[in-house]
């Protein structure tokens, strides 16, 4: 099965918008892991790097585990639009 046609031709939107805020928080890809892993997305490290390198689809499981982690919207990871979730997260 194929998966969505994407503009750059990689496999998801949200690559370069994961990667900088996480970055920018200051975690590694393993306490994004970890840190999912306790919000009940099972999700590793080696996922988290596929998904950074645009060569893994993202779930929209996935998607509300990182907007709930970080505590933005889900524009911010689409368009990067960067409101914040009211939900918490962190921040």
Do not use: W
């Not at 998966?3 to 918008?17: A, F, R």
């Not at 920018?24 to 970890?34: D, H, Y």
């Not at 919000?39 to 996922?47: A, E, L, M, R, T």
């Not at 689409?78 to 997260?89: A, L, W």
Request: aromatic content about 6%; some cysteine.
């Amino acid at each position: 099965m194929l998966g969505p046609n994407i503009p750059n031709g990689g496999k998801n939107l949200i690559s370069k918008q994961l990667r900088k805020i996480r970055e920018e928080r200051g975690m590694s890809q393993n306490a994004l892991a970890k840190e999912l892993q306790l919000n009940g997305c099972d999700i590793d490290k080696n996922c988290i790097t596929r998904i950074e390198n645009n060569k893994r689809h993202v779930t929209d499981v996935e998607l509300k585990a990182f907007v709930d982690v970080f505590g933005v919207d889900y524009g911010y990871f689409i368009d990067g639009t960067k409101g914040e979730n009211t939900e918490g997260g962190l921040q």
